[in-house]
């Protein structure tokens, strides 16, 4: 069983600044990569498929990177809605069971 | 407009059971993989099962097998997921989701608003 383990857990900054979020598989997941923003009280919402590719209305400053075990979401610079929690998930080959990690809170400095 | 919508959440004791639907609209829903994903108060989310296309492919996670059986009718653009020996640990928004087409991830980029199911007594 892939586990995806997200650090921080917390990350405290400030409007403008570049938050970069880690997610790390137990073994290699391709590029099966999602990411994805909840805020509170509101439903999650797509930002990045396949690691790399930001889903359809999602602003640039978002972005996407890596492959194999180590995956990164970066917000080049952070809006005041930008702040919320961030999950990644994966697909397993066979069966096509998705895994969501723990999720990484983005908080206001 | 692309959506989801789910019913069927409540109130069940410990040992229930509860079944679960989802309308789908404004797309083909017979050409997509679909999922349910729960969120327990105050924590993360968690996958709980897919379908494939035509319903001829299933899988859970592995708290739920034997318990809950995710099914869809293609006719009437719905998804269903009937739960059964419900447990206090299963109290959670349950979302219905359309997995993207030609993804490797088979990211989930539609959501619904979810439906709360609590298993109390």
């Known amino acids: 069983e892939i586990v995806l383990t997200q650090s921080p857990a917390t990350l405290s900054l400030s409007p403008g600044e570049r938050a970069t979020l880690s997610c790390r598989a137990s073994q290699s997941v391709n590029n099966y990569l999602a990411w994805y923003q909840q805020k509170p009280g509101q439903v999650p919402r797509l930002l990045i498929y396949d690691a790399s590719n930001r889903a359809t209305g999602i602003p640039a400053r978002f972005s996407g990177s890596g492959s194999g075990t180590d995956f990164a979401l970066t917000i080049s610079s952070l809006e005041p809605e930008d702040f919320a929690v961030y999950y990644c998930q994966f697909r397993s080959s066979w069966p096509p069971a998705l895994t969501f990690g723990g999720g990484t809170k983005v908080e206001i400095k | 407009e692309v959506q989801v919508v789910e019913s069927g959440g409540g109130l069940v004791q410990p040992g229930g059971s509860l079944r679960l639907s989802c309308a789908a609209s404004g797309f083909t829903f017979s050409s997509h993989w679909m999922s349910w994903v729960r969120q327990a108060p105050g924590r993360g989310l968690e996958w709980v099962a897919n379908?494939?296309?035509?319903?001829?492919?299933?899988c859970y996670v592995d708290s739920v097998k034997g318990r809950f059986t995710i099914s869809r009718d293609n006719a009437k653009n719905s998804l269903y997921l009937q739960m059964n020996s419900l447990r206090a640990e299963d109290t959670a928004v349950y979302y219905c989701?359309?997995?993207?087409?030609?993804?490797?991830?088979?990211?989930?980029?539609?959501w619904g608003q979810g439906t709360m199911v609590t298993v109390s007594s």
């Open positions: 379908i494939k296309q035509d319903g001829g492919e299933t």
């Open positions: 989701g359309r997995n993207m087409i030609r993804a490797y991830s088979d990211a989930i980029d539609t």
